[in-house]
């Protein structure tokens, strides 16, 4: 009798044990699915307030992704250092706990000597010139030159040209006697004050203001709209414009991630990040012009601008810091640099 019953087939077609299985493998493929269609989560880290280039573009790649990819993707921002700072910010991203940020070029140091091409004084003549050369073969390479560490480079996005700062008027090598310097950590910047006879201090950006204020530094050098965001001029008087180098960024993202993402939501990335950094370039211009006015409106710092003379005293000291780099950077990388400069 048992042995009958057991053997009885419902009306499915299916013995008990097999309806089991089958609900089972039902309700694993039902929470496959519901994991499927969680969002992608793209957790953008940096160190810039939001009225600055680099903020602006993150909020705007947030904007659009949410436009085009919604319900797919989802961003997160993290401003002003609020998760990492730019001296952790590159760990996160290989630790997978952001998967975007976008440091400026002397951060990436300890995983490129070459981009610390990007800093060296006097090299490029102008903002045009530098965007030359990131499209260049030389520099389209350099957003893969971090692949062996894990880092993808996605873009280049401009901030502007760096102004120095002190609260004594900058003209000739002579004035910096006795100051201190905040520079970013980069050996680039080492060489170029200690040309300048200055000591220096290597500092994250979100330290500067306090240390403008309490007096740790007494210079320092940024792009305007770093310097107007974060109030630098309510503690220095003068800003010289010397034209001698540009703050820019790479925005990059663990390589692993990118690689691992559906290549049709990886393509529309490419598209918003192509149209975000069209947005960011014109805004750094617009902003290099209206936060230096800003600045000058104030009426707490005035702005000096060198004579060639004076210009001609600055490149003799710092030019030849570019012979210390040659070997690390690799001279085709500074050659290619320097064609940039020739409008074409
Ligand atoms: C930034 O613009 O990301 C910061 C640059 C700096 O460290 O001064």
């Known amino acids: 009798m048992r042995t009958q019953r057991s053997s009885v087939v419902r009306p499915s077609g299916l013995r008990w044990p097999a309806r089991l299985t089958v609900l089972i493998g039902m309700l694993v493929l039902l929470a496959v699915n519901a994991q499927a269609a969680e969002p992608i989560v793209i957790r953008f880290s940096h160190v810039t307030s939001e009225a600055t280039p680099k903020g602006h573009g993150a909020m705007l790649f947030k904007k659009m992704v949410e436009q085009r990819l919604a ?97 004594r ?64 001029h309510d503690f220095q008087k003068y800003f010289t414009e010397a034209r001698h180098s540009f703050l820019g960024y790479m925005l990059v993202t663990n390589a692993e991630f990118w690689a691992n993402l559906p290549a049709e939501i990886r393509a529309e990335l490419e598209k918003i990040i192509a149209k975000v950094t069209d947005e960011v370039n014109k805004n750094a211009r617009e ?19 060198l004579t060639d003379a004076d210009l001609e005293e600055w490149r003799t000291l710092l030019v030849p810091i570019r012979k210390k780099f040659e070997s690390q950077i690799g001279l085709e990388i500074i050659e290619q640099a320097m064609q940039a400069n020739q409008a074409r």
């Open 169 to 232: 008027p900058l003209r000739t090598p002579q004035d910096f006697k006795r100051l201190r310097f905040r520079i970013e950590p980069s050996a680039v910047m080492q060489a170029q004050y200690r040309a300048l006879g200055v000591a220096t201090v290597p500092m994250p950006f979100g330290q500067v203001r306090e240390a403008l204020k309490m007096g740790l530094v007494t210079g320092q050098e940024n792009a305007w709209s770093n310097i107007y965001s974060k109030g630098f």
């Open 71 to 167: 319900g797919k993707v989802r961003v997160e921002i993290y401003p002003r250092a609020l998760k990492f700072n730019d001296d952790q910010a590159l760990l996160a991203l290989l630790f997978g706990d952001v998967e975007l940020a976008a440091p400026s070029f002397s951060k990436f140091r300890s995983f490129s000597r070459q981009i610390q091409v990007f800093d060296l004084p006097f090299l490029f003549s102008d903002v045009d010139a530098v965007n030359r050369f990131q499209r260049s073969e030389a520099g389209v390479k350099l957003l893969d030159s971090m692949l062996s560490h894990g880092i993808k480079g996605l873009a280049y996005w401009d901030n502007g040209m760096r102004v120095m700062s002190a609260n």
């Open 287 to 305: 902003k290099a012009e209206s936060d230096r006015q800003r600045v000058i409106d104030s009426k707490k710092a005035e702005v000096i601008t």
